[in-house]
């Protein structure tokens, strides 16, 4: 409760440290942009860059946000297929799934099971107040998934809600597959929230994080209007898998059906941005959060884990910087370093690129060195903050606080706006309008597609 109060406060204080970038915006005619090429790197055809909204800063103590962009290889290094997958369908049984939501589940993961080949390999795992494995790891011949059909018919639901659980024998599973390259992936169903095993937030979030750490990502499904989408989404953030919202569990075989488009195209695995800023004049930056993503201090910098990559996307993740800036030209601020697994051999890679920035004392040459796609970026995640922030508001202060918090970002859009492509202006005004037309009408289900709408523009 404390902590939810504090991030709306903490909103404020984000809003006021954008203002000098607001400010150029404002002062500047379109086209009149100052927009650099990008300083980028390239490393086995993976390509960073690290950038900040405007090319040059005013000195001074402030905040800035860094706009780091990944890229992942392009489609031609899928030319021999696929790569093989392993997969641990779990299900939430417990009491709430019953009836159609339960069927549909079921009816899900058969069609998924139809998609996999004799490549991959599979599981499926039941959970309730505790954990079953209804199909064990093996090999997705035909007489496999034929012999899964049966044994998926057989789901029934009762019991509590062991999240815990379902994870565990997941990743226990998965640890036995015949496959030894390739994509492990765990899929968690989930219509409610836990309340046995671990159900601490925190600790749900430690033993994701540690199967991903193992090989195996998790991507996460919320059900229906009871579930934690607070819970559902850490899930999939430290465990660098998707996340997804699906009112209507009607949809849930599309739904699998995108999930498994997408492992198909997988390039690279095990992503990690590695962040380490430098000092400037003596003093040290410090990186103060990462917008939309988990991130695990070390002694010289931060560690950002990023989902999967397929072939050719591009993944934005933006930081906020806090430094003391002395005047001077092409000062580095930070390094970032990209690191990641190679589906196809699985070795492994990086890549590298400086983030550097121009400090004079004009503000009419800062207003004329915006960077358009890093503005871009980091107008995305401060959408996605601001979604985080009314969902909160709403909760704690009620529906004038919630629509207050997305009015300012309109505003904030607004101004921006000469810098933003159309699609994006389109897309963050969506989001906002869903988001304050939803609190007044249907809030629970609001608070979802909230949720899935910051994860998605965070990124």
Known sequence: MVATATRIRTSFVLGAAAGTVIAALAMTPRGAAFRPSPEETSADGMVVSARFPTRRILPGVQDQNLAVTITAPPAADLSLGRPPLSLAIVIDRSGSMHGPPIENAKAAALSMLRQLDGRDAFAVVTYSSGARTVVAMQRATEAGKAAARAAIE???????????????????????????DGLRRILLISDGQANEGVYDRDELAQLASATAERGASISTVGVGLDFDEATMRRLAEVGRGNYYFVEDTVALSTMFGRELATLSQTVAQDVRLIVRPEQLGGQPVRIAEAYGYPMLRTADGVIVPVADLRAGETRKV???????????????????????RSVADGTRHRARAAATVDVVDDPAAVAASVDAAATQAVEKALSARALEDAAAAYEHEGLPAAQQVLDRRAQAVRAAASYLDHDTV???????????????????????????DAHELAR
Request: glycine share 8%; hydrophobic share 45%.
């Open 426 to 452: 389109e897309a963050l005004d969506a989001a906002s309008s869903r988001a304050r037309d939803g609190f007044a009408r249907a809030p629970e289900q609001a608070k979802k597609a909230a949720s899935v």
């Open 318 to 340: 933006v930081l906020r910087l806090q430094l003391a800036a002395p005047r001077g030209d092409e000062l580095v601020v930070a390094h970032a370093e990209v690191s990641w």
């Open 154 to 180: 057989t789901i029934d639901d009762d019991g509590g809600t062991c999240i815990s659980c379902g994870l565990d024998t997941a990743g226990a599973e998965l640890a036995r597959s015949p496959i030894a």
